[in-house]
């Protein structure tokens, strides 16, 4: 077993993690404050090949494998977790769905441009009484022939105001149940669809987050992806992939905490000693130090098994599961930790802390993960 980076993935590392620190760190807190879409930080991104990263260079991607795309969402989200999940979705929600599922003429319409950072893409899955029950669609697309009508609504859609593209899960047919639901790619502009309000988030603020409505949207055929009714299976094997991202983001978040926690600790003097020199804080830290190792271990295993065209939902559940539930544990002792000092934002552990608990949420709550790993264990 090899445990060890190769020389790219620590260049890639250092260059997410040069890029978090110069160019994310200075604003990050004023964008959460403001709750300020981060939009020249994306498109510096785009440039560096951080928004296609697994995409073959044949679409415009950086050909990246899923460990790269690990490596580079913990770093980011060390510092800027609103950042990192435009860069999840684009990645593994709408960039991975089009490669893998989309036709030709889908790829070099919509992939090369998202790939190359020139667009931006949205999943659009969550309804007000469908969010994790992917099944229950309300969203319908009337088949009108060389079209689909589409009218419903869709809730907590990351980059919901800013992307150009958007793969929208709608019932065509509801006596088929999840066989009757569509993958189709709805475009910024068509008429009838709208974009809601910006939702004021308890973390990850910086993202952009809204409902969107469809009224009569005509979207036509060859914007479907796959067959007829592929729609369910498009949204789960996608889904599948984003959970290593969500769980790279956590790892990230609670990385990022955890290193704060360290200097911190070194610093800080009470008692005529350093904290760190207390046997209470070490404790902590020996703790943190000891999940964050196996939430990595746990992001990098299943990414590696995506890699070698293996089975990965398993994995990618546990890694979820395992790392959202350390970055919450994890932020909680860091603002601990800091005292008073992690209750005010210039510390940025009390905006980790809030980031930490969308990763228990979205991609699938920490209930449906162990739903998804208890069906493996009892197969």
């Not at 435009?86 to 929600?93: E, G, I, T």
């Not at 709408?94 to 319409?109: F, H, I, T």
């Not at 469908?130 to 009337?142: E, H, L, Y």
């Not at 593209?165 to 502009?189: F, P, R």
Request: net charge negative; with cysteine.
């Amino acid at each position: 077993m090899q445990f060890e980076l190769t020389e790219e993935h620590l260049m890639i590392r250092q260059a997410a993690r040069d890029f978090a620190h110069n160019v994310l760190k200075p604003g990050v807190i004023e964008r959460d404050e403001h709750q300020k879409f981060p939009a020249e930080e994306i498109r510096q991104l785009g440039e560096l090949g951080f928004l296609g990263m697994m995409v073959s260079p044949q679409y415009g991607g950086s050909g990246m494998d899923a460990i790269s795309y690990s490596i580079v969402m913990e770093e980011l989200s060390k510092v800027d977790a609103s950042t990192s999940v435009v860069v999840s979705v684009n990645n593994s929600l709408v960039c991975y769905g089009l490669e893998k599922y989309g036709n030709e003429e889908q790829k070099q319409k919509f992939l090369v441009p998202l790939a190359q950072g020139q667009k931006i893409g949205a999943f659009c899955l969550s309804e007000p009484e469908a969010g994790s029950d992917a099944t229950s669609q309300r969203t319908t697309a009337i088949d009108m022939g060389d079209h689909y009508l589409v009218n419903g609504t869709k809730n907590w859609i990351t980059n919901g105001s800013t992307a150009s593209t958007y793969i929208v899960m709608a019932q065509t047919d509801a006596s088929k149940k999840h066989k009757g639901i569509n993958a189709l790619i709805v475009e910024k502009g068509m008429e009838g669809f709208t974009v809601g309000a910006k939702e004021n988030k308890l973390g990850i603020r910086g993202s952009d987050t809204h409902s969107l409505m469809f009224t009569d949207v005509k979207v036509p055929k060859e914007n479907r992806i796959g067959e007829d009714g592929f729609g369910f299976k498009f949204a789960m094997a996608t889904l599948e992939g984003g959970r290593i991202g969500i769980a790279s983001q956590a790892l990230g978040i609670a990385s990022g905490a955890y290193e704060l926690s360290v200097q911190y600790a070194k610093e800080r003097k009470a008692f005529g000693k350093t904290i760190a020199d207390l046997q209470a804080i070490q404790f902590k830290l020996a703790d943190m130090a000891t999940e964050i190792e196996a939430a990595r271990l746990l992001c990098y295993r299943a990414a590696w098994l995506k890699d070698n065209g293996l089975p990965y939902a398993q994995a990618a559940s546990m890694a979820k599961l395992f790392a959202s539930e350390t970055a919450m544990r994890t932020t909680v002792e860091a603002v601990q930790i800091h005292g008073g000092y992690g209750f005010v934002k210039e510390y940025h552990v009390e905006r980790l802390m809030r980031d930490a608990k969308i990763t228990q949420i979205y991609e699938g709550t920490s209930e449906i993960q162990r739903i998804v790993i208890s069906r493996e264990v009892l197969r």
